[in-house]
Every structure is written in structure tokens, then in C-alpha cells.
């Protein structure tokens, strides 16, 4: 009987690698995380490790100064992770405005993966759907309304 190789390829291979990354460095970007896999022989594009970070629900965290990294959320209770998530969003939020049934959000550089993770995980109401890049998420609303009353409940949060 042969053994079964887990390539360099496979997802768990690829995950477990990320996890003993971000706990060994901090790695601030999804750029950064994408070469330390190259490094290590990860067939991977940037594409790919953001849906990792999404799959593995990491978080950014404060890396003790203005810098933020890549982290998993703990096993704490739903209580502390709202707690962090809402922290990831005081932290890195520097705008919020409505347009139409859309809300924009500028970011620190690097963050707004983890504020749209933040924002789904958190379960505002009347959200369909959330969208980052690398400064800036657009978060869809069922309607102007409901924009409307999105943006003052996260800018509450933020504050």
C-alpha cells in the first residue's frame, strides 16, 4: 500500500502552512502572506490566500504600535471575538459614507479584508453582501434606508 503525499498544493497543506506563518511573523498583508507560501514552494496567487484568510477567518490585530497583522481569532467566546472584530473596525475605519444602498469604508492600508470579515461576522442587519480591496469595502444594503441606518450603527461601533 502507498502512501498518500500531501503535496505542496493541497488546501490543508496549504492552510496549516499559513497558520504556522502568521504565528511565527508578522505578516501585515495578503501580498506578504502570498510570498512567504512561494518561498515555501505554495503554487499560490493572491486570489487563492484571500479566500484562505476568509476560510480560516483571520483576523488583523494590533501589532503593538500602528502596524497590524494577520492573526487567528482565538477560541474565546462569541462575546471577545465581537469584541475584537468591533476593535478591528475602531482601529482601522477612517471613513464611512452612504451612497445609494451602498456604504463605502476607507480604510488603513491592508485592513479591509478584516473589516468586511469584521462586518459579516458582526451580522448587521439588511447587509446582501460586502466587498474589500485592499483601503476600502463597499457593503450593499437592501435599500437608501437601511444605508442610511447601517452607517450610523457602524459609526457607532468605530466610536
Known sequence: MQEKDISRDSKKARHNAIIRLISNQA???QG???ECLIKENF???QATVSRDIRELHLIKISD???KYRYAL???DSDADINARYAAVLTHAVITIQTAGNLVVVK???GSAQGCAMAIETLEFNHVVGVIAGDDTVFIALSNESYAL???EEL???VN
Open 155 to 157: 459609526t457607532q461601533v
Open 43 to 45: 503554487k499560490v496567487t
Open 32 to 34: 506578504q502572506l502570498t
Open 64 to 66: 503593538h504600535g500602528d
Open 73 to 75: 481569532p482565538g477560541k
Open 107 to 109: 480604510t488603513i492600508p
Open 27 to 29: 505578516i501585515e498583508t
Open 149 to 151: 441606518k447601517f452607517s
